[in-house]
């Protein structure tokens, strides 16, 4: 079934807008109301949800992976108010943009692939969905927005009621600049008994919220937040020291995880790799070693690609770390871009760390 899945993918990738649009096609003709769960501008969405599914039944043989993933997405999913009959309808559409897509290289084998992969992945949401007690989403107000450069916010918001997440989650946010647009963002502080939330946030480029959120946020904007999610955290009772490594505002989860370890008098060692392009982008940094200052067990290394820093390595991320070996009896935490997690990943597999060794959160599938 995967290497069905994989290898009928592998040919339709390449021409991934065509078949988004002929998904969204047979999709807003089968279930006409599912249109509203979508930004007015649909190209803003083109190809992330064709995307996901893809991504999704390809991790069918991994359970341990696939089955907390899904029941977190469909926790969140829940904010859109989806339904059984949503979840059949994008069923149904996706089926048939593969099998028009597809050609003759669609067989009842390769039907019944994708089509098994995707009833594993509705049920297991649905399940997760209907067991889920809390709201389906929270709105609050924000209450601070500064520029720290030319393209990095950070702003803090005010929660209507407080927001029960874990320090390194994350959760979906929707902001009233870009409604029905909803994007990933991680608290970058711990839980706290005010119950505002501190985000740092990039404008990214084709970032149509991140650039949104960094330009024209303004006091008294209303955000809707999705509820928390993600599994990066550390146990102070395992015994095993930490490597946490973060590059550009991926620092943000780290940074909650950090200050929450901050208010216990004795923790793990943890070392965090914190890199950039140039120093310029280490925009927390000084605050870092402020706080490492006053925590011994907390040691900053500051990393840039480009130019110099004193005290930095030089390099990327990947090539810092495994500098330092296979950081054996290490809980390692990776946060950033899906192209800094998968170089650094990699690079430390070859380098002799385990897998199991490693957590990061894939919230860049949406």
Do not use: C
């Amino acid at each position: 079934m995967v290497r069905l899945i994989k290898e009928t993918w592998a040919e339709v990738e390449p021409d991934v807008a065509e078949l988004s649009a002929t998904f969204y096609d047979l999709l807003f003709r089968l279930s006409p109301d599912i249109r509203e769960m979508f930004p007015i501008n649909i190209e803003a969405q083109r190809g992330k949800l064709v995307r996901g599914i893809a991504h999704v039944a390809q991790m069918v043989d991994r359970p341990d992976d696939l089955v907390p993933y899904l029941n977190q997405l469909g926790r969140d999913y829940r904010k859109y108010h989806v339904r059984s009959r949503h979840y059949e309808a994008i069923g149904t559409a996706m089926l048939g943009a593969l099998r028009h897509h597809l050609g003759a290289r669609w067989t009842e084998q390769v039907e019944h692939a994708w089509a098994e992969a995707y009833t594993v992945v509705a049920r297991s949401m649905q399940e997760a969905a209907d067991a889920d007690p809390s709201p389906a989403s929270l709105t609050g107000t924000v209450i601070d927005h500064r520029r720290l450069t030319w393209d990095l916010a950070l702003v803090r918001v005010q929660p209507e009621t407080p927001i029960n997440y874990r320090a390194g989650q994350y959760m979906s946010i929707e902001v009233p600049q870009r409604p029905r647009l909803w994007r990933y963002l991680s608290p970058a502080n711990a839980p706290r008994k005010d119950g505002v939330i501190e985000f740092h946030v990039h404008a990214v480029e084709g970032g149509w919220v991140s650039r949104a959120i960094v330009s024209h946020t303004q006091l008294g904007d209303v955000w809707r937040f999705g509820p928390p999610l993600g599994r990066l955290s550390v146990d102070r009772d395992a015994g095993r020291d930490v490597l946490m490594i973060a590059g550009g505002t991926g620092l943000a989860p780290l940074r909650a995880i950090v200050d929450e370890l901050s208010q216990w008098g004795k923790n793990p060692n943890v070392h965090l790799f914190y890199g950039g392009r140039t120093g310029e982008d280490l925009y927390d940094l000084d605050d870092l070693r402020a706080l490492a200052a006053t925590n011994p067990w907390l040691s900053i290394v500051p990393t840039v690609e480009d130019g110099s820093l004193p005290g930095a390595e030089r390099g990327t991320l990947a090539e810092a770390v495994t500098r330092h070996g296979a950081w054996p009896g290490h809980d390692v935490l990776v946060s950033g871009s899906p192209q800094m997690i998968k170089a650094t990943i990699s690079r430390m597999l070859v380098a002799g760390t385990t897998l199991d060794q490693i957590a990061y959160d894939p919230f860049t599938l949406n």
